[in-house]
């Protein structure tokens, strides 16, 4: 009996339990709306085999992608006042900042590692455009300071990735206080002589992208990525006039000057480490940057 139960009943079970199957087997293209098999997605590095759109990522899926052998250690982000005005529309907006806490296991819209890029040390900022739309508050704020202070510890670059909505209008004028704030992170960092390289993502819009996304050593850009401050429809709207074909994407900005290069998603990783040894020439050889 004993050998019936612990032997033949656990196989039989385990042949006819059910197996969990993912709700989100396919997911259609924006681009060409082709539908994608999600491990294939995957294995693509979530660009569209089809049409070459790049879909948007989190901010860990984003790190493992850019660091050597996806390999790298977060820091913990500077702890904040949760909810400084105690705001409140439809929602208390100290419910929607713990639920969006429980969907990503993440504090804010933020996440800051250190490893190495082409065998190079760097510290990465990236954001979580899921998190309450990337959105950039006090958290925001201080943790690009600590990233700053984290890169001139270790003697390395300061990699920011933005995907971001703006400002978080639920924490005011405090939020649009993030904007110079920002600044000063990457002006630490560059008053070292270090650089500060800015990979823009879609979307990248609002005051993120007047402030901390435009003021890179170097900018670069994911192809098809939006970005810009007002939205087309508004500038359409105001101005009265068409907007070109294109505009406010990443390949617009570049022929106009603003970015320095549009680089898909498979060659990021090794074009920033081609553009940090490079920058990293005739430097002390650095350790791995410790959080």
Same mark, same amino acid.
Request: proline content about 5%.
């Given at each position: 009996?004993?050998?019936?139960?612990?032997?033949?009943?656990?196989?039989?079970?385990?042949?006819?339990?059910?197996?969990?199957?993912?709700?989100?087997?396919?997911?259609?293209?924006?681009?060409?709306?082709?539908?994608?098999?999600?491990?294939?997605?995957?294995?693509?590095?979530?660009?569209?085999?089809?049409?070459?759109?790049?879909?948007?990522?989190?901010?860990?899926?984003?790190?493992?992608?850019?660091?050597?052998?996806?390999?790298?250690?977060?820091?913990?982000?500077?702890?904040?006042?949760?909810?400084?005005?105690?705001?409140?529309?439809?929602?208390?907006?100290?419910?929607?900042?713990?639920?969006?806490?429980?969907?990503?296991?993440?504090?804010?819209?933020?996440?800051?590692?250190?490893?190495?890029?082409?065998?190079?040390?760097?510290?990465?900022?990236?954001?979580?455009?899921?998190?309450?739309? +990337?959105?950039?508050? #006090? !958290?925001?704020?201080? *943790?690009?300071?600590?990233? &700053?202070?984290?890169? /001139?510890?270790? =003697?390395?670059?300061?990699?920011?990735?933005?995907?971001?909505?703006?400002?978080?209008?639920?924490?005011?004028?405090?939020?649009?206080?993030?904007?110079?704030?920002?600044?000063?992170?990457?002006?630490?960092?560059?008053?070292?002589?270090?650089?500060?390289?800015?990979?823009?993502?879609?979307?990248?819009?609002?005051?993120?992208?007047?402030?901390?996304?435009?003021? +890179?050593?170097?900018? #670069? !850009?994911?192809?098809? *990525?939006?970005?810009?401050? &007002?939205?087309?429809? /508004?500038?359409? =709207?105001?101005?009265?006039?068409?907007?070109?074909?294109?505009?406010?994407?990443?390949?617009?900005?570049?022929?106009?000057?603003?970015?320095?290069?549009?680089?898909?998603?498979?060659?990021?990783?090794?074009?920033?480490?081609?553009?940090?040894?490079?920058?990293?020439?005739?430097?002390?050889?650095?350790?791995?940057?410790?959080?």
């Amino acid at each position: 009996m004993n050998w019936l139960t612990n032997f033949v009943l656990p196989k039989i079970r385990a042949v006819v339990a059910k197996k969990e199957v993912r709700d989100n087997l396919w997911q259609k293209c924006p681009g060409c709306e082709q539908m994608l098999y999600y491990r294939e997605l995957e294995t693509n590095l979530h660009v569209c085999r089809n049409c070459g759109h790049h879909l948007r990522i989190g901010a860990l899926e984003r790190l493992k992608i850019l660091f050597d052998e996806g390999a790298f250690e977060r820091s913990a982000l500077p702890e904040v006042l949760a909810d400084p005005l105690r705001f409140r529309d439809r929602r208390r907006y100290l419910d929607r900042l713990r639920e969006a806490q429980a969907n990503f296991g993440a504090s804010d819209a933020i996440a800051v590692a250190s490893g190495r890029i082409g065998g190079v040390p760097a510290v990465v900022a990236a954001f979580e455009f899921g998190f309450l739309g +990337g959105s950039m508050g #006090l !958290a925001v704020g201080e *943790a690009m300071l600590a990233a &700053a202070d984290l890169a /001139v510890k270790n =003697e390395c670059a300061l990699i920011v990735v933005p995907a971001s909505g703006g400002a978080r209008m639920q924490e005011g004028v405090l939020s649009l206080m993030q904007m110079p704030r920002t600044i000063l992170a990457a002006d630490r960092v560059k008053e070292k002589g270090l650089p500060y390289i800015v990979v823009l993502t879609d979307p990248t819009t609002g005051g993120v992208s007047a402030s901390l996304a435009m003021v +890179g050593d170097l900018i #670069l !850009a994911e192809p098809g *990525a939006q970005i810009g401050f &007002a939205g087309a429809r /508004v500038i359409e =709207e105001t101005i009265r006039e068409k907007l070109p074909d294109g505009f406010q994407r990443a390949e617009y900005l570049y022929e106009h000057g603003m970015v320095d290069l549009v680089v898909p998603r498979h060659e990021l990783a090794a074009v920033l480490g081609r553009l940090l040894g490079h920058l990293h020439k005739g430097r002390p050889q650095a350790a791995a940057p410790a959080s």
